[in-house]
């Protein structure tokens, strides 16, 4: 395992860059998985009938499985069942309705609808998120997940099996066992609904993108104790930039039901296949050898038409709850997850490291890669929640325990060194067809990690008064990882507890204030000058905040002060070892800042999601640290209907951030000024179950680097897509 770098190294040390493998067409995966999804809950509904009568389902099962299935909550920053405004720290959630509204279809643009995310696409098919400064490390499915490494996500992860994305913001080792001070990011899977109800969508919009979606639910038993629910979607398109062209297939399948008189058991499957070519591996050069900075065309890439990158994901889980007693319900989770990839890039770089000649574009140099590789994870957990009296009052506890562990194997392919691929280029922008594409050699292993996370997790809700709540809970996790890189290998066991507190008191029935502390343990996959892993990154958070509901509890603000002090964090230092990794340096970093959100309806007929962050970075010698980072951002998603004609809705949606810049591989400053991207949409309900949409986005087509964090290329241009979705 080896460390994300800046985009002068290849991929084949990308320890996240995903391999290939054979995948089922997708009309296969869902001939295969419909029957199987759709056929488990009757067997369970008949083998259920068939048992003792008094285990037969009765109409207070009923209501007991299908209140469940309408009032899932997540467990949210604690692993406790609180509302959002109960939780000690901020938290922002994208539902599924925002996403359709605003054409959101991959997880990358859901995240650009949340408050204090950025969202940093320094190539064409990898990203990182971050928030309050750091990247975040850790993401969830429905509350389970693994540290994600280095918080890279390779393609575009299609949004369509979500029913919301949770961003809780700050420190999070009480969720996850580890982590930094940025936050994580909760995947909230759908399930069945308690109706019959279905959705199909289709949508054409710019660069000829095509976009046909699915949703469909349906009990399966009078009573609605066992449900199901599928979802299926394909799209395809071309894309502003040159010879890039993506294509994406989805699947998603689930039941759940009642199982005995105390029990409820859900089954799931997801299946996904992405297809990316022209792609670009690293991204554009700006500097110029007299220190000036380039512009390019919009549409500039660096690809070549042979380059792809192809993702296959398979999920599945299991997941059982059962009612041990008054209050206390006992949760069994398993996950699977099994990813694989298959690339040949081309990398175009400065290579003499003088930046390019601003009168011929002479400059850069190439280098080819590919790659297939493979990882597969299981995750199981067990938690126990409920409440409990002591002292005249009603207090809720949460235990737990998770096992996790995942295995990556990648394999590289060299090229041909005859091959015109490596060496000088011609002038940039040059043909996507300039240079063709080498011969590849077999592949072979150069890259083996092994990941495994124990935890064992408690928290407790402490009801001091009516008003004064004090939350406590601590982490243990165990942490080991062990493979090889290239001729570097490791063996690596790290321990740590970490403690979280947190306060809440009701000044009034509508106004909350809090405080919470947060330990803070990231193990780090970076390497320093003499090769050696760096130690974990520790240091503690503090969060302090007023969440207030306004207007009869139809909104909710939330302000929220933050302060962060992290010691070792890996920093780059610019340098690289033998094997092409990138050389990073222990770093003390503080941050803090403020963060303002409102959410909810105003009027009747307007919806409102406002959000605003100001940061301050400082590194080791006192200052400003991370100049990629913006320090301000803002967001804004308005909607409504016309009160007059409510047939006709609308609404106007926007990220804005303050300027950023960065240093490139030649020494020369890059800076983007700060600029906003507001995008737009109008719909009209055209019968009581059928919509008509056209989105806007980027309706001021603005022209903007898209990030600077390892490189970056220009953001999309001013683009449309025309919408229509059918309800029964």
Same mark, same amino acid.
């Given at each position: 395992?080896?460390?994300?770098?800046?985009?002068?190294?290849?991929?084949?040390?990308?320890?996240?860059?995903?391999?290939?493998?054979?995948?089922?067409?997708?009309?296969?995966?869902?001939?295969?998985?419909?029957?199987?999804?759709?056929?488990?809950?009757?067997?369970?509904?008949?083998?259920?009938?068939?048992?003792?009568?008094?285990?037969?389902?009765?109409?207070?099962?009923?209501?007991?499985?299908?209140?469940?299935?309408?009032?899932?909550?997540?467990?949210?920053?604690?692993?406790?069942?609180?509302?959002?405004?109960?939780?000690?720290?901020?938290?922002?959630?994208?539902?599924?309705?925002?996403?359709?509204?605003?054409?959101?279809?991959?997880?990358?643009?859901?995240?650009?609808?949340?408050?204090?995310?950025?969202?940093?696409?320094?190539?064409?098919?990898?990203?990182?998120?971050?928030?309050?400064?750091?990247?975040? &490390?850790?993401?969830? *499915? =429905?509350?389970?997940?693994?540290?994600?490494?280095? %918080?890279?996500?390779? +393609?575009? !992860?299609? #949004? /369509?099996?979500?029913?919301?994305?949770?961003?809780?913001?700050?420190?999070?080792?009480?969720?996850?066992?580890?982590?930094?001070?940025?936050?994580?990011?909760?995947?909230?899977?759908?399930?069945?609904?308690?109706?019959?109800?279905?959705?199909?969508?289709?949508?054409?919009?710019?660069?000829?993108? &095509?976009?046909?979606? *699915? =949703?469909?639910?349906?009990?399966?038993?009078?009573? %609605?104790?066992?449900? +199901?629910? !599928?979802? #299926? /979607?394909?799209?395809?398109?071309?894309?502003?930039?040159?010879?890039?062209?993506?294509?994406?297939?989805?699947?998603?399948?689930?039941?759940?039901?009642?199982?005995?008189?105390?029990?409820?058991?859900?089954?799931?499957?997801?299946?996904?296949?992405?297809?990316?070519?022209?792609?670009?591996?690293?991204?554009?050069?700006?500097?110029?050898?007299?220190?000036?900075?380039?512009?390019?065309?919009?549409?500039?890439?660096?690809?070549?038409?042979?380059?792809?990158?192809?993702?296959?994901?398979?999920?599945?889980?299991?997941?059982?709850?059962?009612?041990?007693?008054?209050?206390?319900?006992?949760?069994?989770?398993?996950?699977?997850?099994?990813?694989?990839?298959?690339?040949?890039?081309?990398?175009?770089?400065?290579?003499?490291?003088?930046?390019?000649?601003?009168?011929?574009?002479?400059?850069?140099?190439?280098?080819?890669?590919?790659?297939?590789?493979?990882?597969?994870?299981?995750?199981?957990?067990?938690?126990?929640?409920?409440?409990?009296?002591?002292?005249?009052?009603?207090?809720?506890?949460?235990?737990?325990?998770?096992?996790?562990?995942?295995?990556?194997?990648?394999?590289?392919?060299?090229?041909?060194?005859?091959?015109?691929?490596?060496?000088?280029?011609?002038?940039?922008?040059?043909?996507?067809?300039?240079?063709?594409?080498?011969?590849?050699?077999?592949?072979?292993?150069?890259?083996?990690?092994?990941?495994?996370?124990?935890?064992?997790?408690?928290?407790?809700?402490?009801?001091?008064?009516?008003?004064?709540?004090?939350?406590?809970?601590?982490?243990?996790?165990?942490?080991?990882?062990?493979?090889?890189?290239?001729?570097?290998?490791?063996?690596?066991?790290?321990?740590?507890?970490?403690?979280?507190?947190?306060?809440?008191?009701?000044?009034?029935?509508?106004?909350?204030?809090?405080?919470?502390?947060?330990?803070?343990?990231?193990?780090?996959?970076?390497?320093?000058?003499?090769?050696?892993?760096?130690?974990?990154?520790?240091?503690?958070?503090?969060?302090?905040?007023?969440?207030?509901?306004?207007?009869?509890?139809?909104?909710?603000?939330?302000?929220?002060?933050?302060?962060?002090?992290?010691?070792?964090?890996?920093?780059?230092?610019?340098?690289?070892?033998?094997?092409?990794?990138?050389?990073?340096?222990?770093?003390?970093?503080?941050?803090?800042?403020?963060?303002?959100?409102?959410?909810?309806?105003?009027?009747?007929?307007?919806?409102?999601?406002?959000?605003?962050?100001?940061?301050?970075?400082?590194?080791?010698?006192?200052?400003?640290?991370?100049?990629?980072?913006?320090?301000?951002?803002?967001?804004?998603?308005?909607?409504?209907?016309?009160?007059?004609?409510?047939?006709?809705?609308?609404?106007?949606?926007?990220?804005?951030?303050?300027?950023?810049?960065?240093?490139?591989?030649?020494?020369?400053?890059?800076?983007?000024?700060?600029?906003?991207?507001?995008?737009?949409?109008?719909?009209?309900?055209?019968?009581?179950?059928?919509?008509?949409?056209?989105?806007?986005?980027?309706?001021?087509?603005?022209?903007?680097?898209?990030?600077?964090?390892?490189?970056?290329?220009?953001?999309?241009?001013?683009?449309?897509?025309?919408?229509?979705?059918?309800?029964?």
């Amino acid at each position: 395992m080896h460390p994300i770098r800046p985009v002068l190294l290849p991929p084949a040390r990308v320890r996240l860059a995903v391999p290939a493998l054979r995948a089922v067409p997708l009309r296969r995966a869902i001939a295969l998985a419909l029957p199987l999804t759709l056929g488990i809950a009757p067997c369970l509904a008949v083998a259920q009938s068939a048992e003792a009568g008094a285990l037969a389902a009765t109409d207070l099962d009923a209501v007991r499985v299908v209140g469940q299935r309408a009032n899932r909550v997540s467990n949210g920053a604690t692993n406790l069942d609180l509302s959002i405004r109960e939780t000690p720290q901020s938290i922002s959630v994208v539902t599924s309705e925002q996403m359709r509204r605003f054409a959101a279809d991959s997880v990358n643009e859901a995240l650009r609808l949340a408050t204090g995310v950025r969202v940093d696409e320094w190539e064409t098919n990898r990203t990182s998120y971050s928030a309050r400064g750091f990247d975040i &490390l850790n993401t969830q *499915v =429905d509350g389970v997940g693994l540290p994600n490494g280095w %918080g890279v996500t390779t +393609g575009a !992860v299609d #949004a /369509a099996g979500y029913e919301k994305v949770e961003v809780i913001r700050g420190a999070n080792g009480l969720l996850t066992g580890v982590g930094n001070a940025s936050g994580t990011i909760n995947y909230v899977r759908k399930r069945p609904t308690n109706e019959r109800e279905g959705r199909v969508g289709l949508s054409y919009g710019s660069w000829n993108t &095509l976009r046909a979606e *699915v =949703d469909y639910s349906t009990p399966f038993t009078a009573d %609605g104790i066992w449900a +199901g629910r !599928v979802v #299926a /979607a394909h799209e395809h398109g071309d894309s502003w930039l040159d010879a890039n062209a993506n294509s994406r297939d989805f699947f998603y399948g689930v039941v759940d039901g009642q199982v005995g008189g105390n029990g409820t058991l859900a089954l799931g499957y997801s299946y996904q296949r992405a297809k990316s070519d022209g792609i670009m591996w690293g991204a554009l050069t700006f500097g110029n050898s007299d220190g000036t900075q380039r512009e390019w065309p919009r549409s500039a890439s660096t690809t070549q038409d042979w380059t792809y990158w192809d993702t296959t994901a398979h999920t599945a889980f299991a997941e059982y709850t059962h009612d041990v007693a008054d209050d206390w319900e006992l949760r069994l989770s398993y996950n699977w997850r099994r990813n694989t990839g298959d690339q040949r890039m081309f990398y175009a770089f400065d290579g003499l490291g003088t930046g390019l000649d601003p009168d011929t574009g002479l400059g850069l140099s190439g280098y080819p890669w590919g790659g297939d590789d493979e990882a597969t994870a299981h995750l199981g957990t067990a938690t126990l929640n409920g409440t409990y009296r002591m002292f005249g009052r009603e207090h809720e506890a949460m235990v737990g325990l998770s096992r996790a562990r995942s295995t990556t194997d990648s394999r590289e392919r060299t090229a041909d060194l005859s091959s015109p691929a490596w060496g000088p280029l011609p002038p940039f922008p040059y043909p996507t067809d300039a240079i063709p594409e080498p011969a590849w050699s077999e592949p072979a292993l150069y890259s083996e990690l092994d990941q495994e996370l124990t935890r064992a997790f408690a928290a407790t809700r402490i009801a001091l008064s009516d008003r004064f709540k004090a939350i406590v809970g601590a982490n243990h996790a165990r942490y080991r990882r062990s493979g090889r890189s290239y001729d570097l290998a490791f063996d690596q066991t790290t321990r740590h507890t970490s403690p979280y507190g947190g306060l809440t008191f009701d000044f009034s029935d509508t106004v909350l204030g809090y405080v919470s502390y947060s330990d803070i343990y990231q193990p780090q996959d970076q390497v320093d000058e003499n090769d050696r892993y760096l130690d974990a990154s520790q240091g503690v958070n503090y969060e302090a905040g007023i969440k207030a509901d306004w207007l009869d509890g139809r909104l909710l603000t939330t302000v929220a002060v933050f302060k962060a002090d992290q010691e070792g964090l890996a920093t780059p230092t610019g340098r690289y070892n033998e094997f092409g990794m990138a050389i990073y340096a222990p770093v003390d970093v503080r941050s803090k800042g403020v963060e303002l959100e409102a959410v909810g309806r105003l009027t009747e007929h307007l919806e409102l999601v406002a959000g605003y962050t100001a940061l301050r970075l400082d590194g080791l010698d006192g200052r400003d640290t991370y100049p990629w980072v913006p320090r301000r951002a803002a967001n804004l998603l308005l909607s409504g209907r016309v009160a007059a004609l409510p047939a006709l809705s609308w609404g106007l949606g926007g990220r804005w951030q303050g300027g950023i810049f960065n240093t490139e591989a030649s020494g020369y400053r890059v800076s983007q000024d700060s600029y906003a991207v507001l995008n737009a949409f109008v719909a009209w309900d055209v019968a009581p179950d059928a919509t008509l949409r056209l989105n806007a986005n980027n309706i001021t087509d603005d022209k903007y680097i898209n990030t600077l964090r390892y490189s970056g290329y220009y953001g999309a241009p001013a683009n449309y897509t025309l919408s229509v979705d059918w309800r029964f």
